[in-house]
């Protein structure tokens, strides 16, 4: 099953304690898409400036991926600047852009409007309202955002919340949306507003997913060189989706497959700049690495002994 991704495709300038990019190519649509491609085809939908080196994209066509509706005009991409602090777990926007993002008015082209799988990548709200108007009957919608919406967007994002059934969103934002702290009440606060699920991410710390009557748990994979944890979340959102539209279902198990195969991509893009790690990773790579975190989180256990 192929999957509808929309949001923002940037150039980012990424300070970390160890070294610096300028102009790297990033944004929540293009880490999503170098993920998602890895299981499953992706049609990707955004705005770029003239500035943007559209060619640093072709690894995503030779993976399958759809760029037609990436729309080229007149102007700046969208820029993002960001300095981590000494732990990598933390950092501070230097510098938001929006450029040809201000104006983008999404068109979703006509073979796309079947779509059953879509991700909305973190834009502005208003604008994953219309992409969502333009979607005939989607099956499976998922959403992310971040702290910029959450305080410059709120009503718009509180009414997109009733049409998405997976929120995808990190532990601080959770507990901004929610204005609540605690996690546990933060996501009741968040699925009693329409999604199903949510998934709370916590970087290092992996992500936990929030259901029905039931959670489950992903650590985050243990390495110890991180290089650049920009794109961790699209990353993790690529593999989610990219794993879920494989299997077709939304039964448990595809769901908790999904969140180890999230956390699997997330760490490897925290290794290189930008979307460098992702651009010849192979499926062995991938398959190699979710053994590793079988191994590490499966053990076995006699209940009636403990
Ligand atoms: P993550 O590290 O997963 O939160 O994603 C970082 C990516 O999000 C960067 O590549 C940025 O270009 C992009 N980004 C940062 N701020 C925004 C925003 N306000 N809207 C959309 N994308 C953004």
Request: overall charge negative; proline content about 4%.
């Amino acid at each position: 099953m192929s999957i509808l991704c929309v949001g923002s495709v940037a150039l980012d300038s990424v300070e970390t304690p160890f070294a610096k990019a300028e102009r790297v190519i990033g944004g929540s649509a293009t880490y999503f898409t170098s993920a998602a491609t890895l299981f499953s085809p992706v049609q990707m939908v955004g705005v770029v400036g003239d500035d943007y080196p559209l060619e640093k994209l072709a690894f995503l066509k030779e993976r399958g991926a759809d760029l037609s509706g990436i729309e080229q005009r007149p102007g700046e991409s969208f820029f993002w600047a960001g300095k981590y602090h000494f732990d990598l777990n933390t950092r501070d926007t230097l510098e938001t852009r929006l450029g040809v993002f201000a104006d983008f008015d999404p068109v979703i082209p006509e073979a796309l409007r079947a779509s059953k799988y879509v991700f909305l990548g973190n834009i502005d709200p208003t604008l994953q309202h219309d992409v969502l108007d333009q979607v005939e009957s989607p099956e499976v919608v998922a959403c992310d955002t971040m702290n910029y919406w959450i305080e410059g967007k709120r009503s718009e994002l509180n009414s997109l919340l009733e049409r998405v059934q997976i929120l995808l969103v990190n532990d601080e934002e959770a507990r901004q949306l929610a204005d609540e702290p605690n996690l546990l009440k933060a996501s009741r606060w968040i699925r009693e507003r329409g999604p199903e699920i949510v998934i709370v991410k916590k970087g290092e710390h992996g992500a936990i997913l929030f259901a029905d009557g039931w959670q489950f748990f992903v650590p985050g994979f243990p390495l110890e060189a991180v290089f650049d944890p920009t794109g961790a979340g699209d990353a993790f959102a690529g593999g989610f989706m990219g794993s879920l539209a494989q299997a077709g279902d939304l039964d448990r198990a595809s769901l908790q497959r999904a969140m180890v195969f999230g956390s699997v991509m997330g760490s490897f893009t925290v290794e290189r700049f930008s979307v460098d790690r992702l651009v010849d990773l192979t499926r062995e790579e991938i398959d190699g690495r979710l053994r590793q975190f079988h191994a590490m989180t499966a053990f076995e256990t006699q209940l009636e002994a403990v």
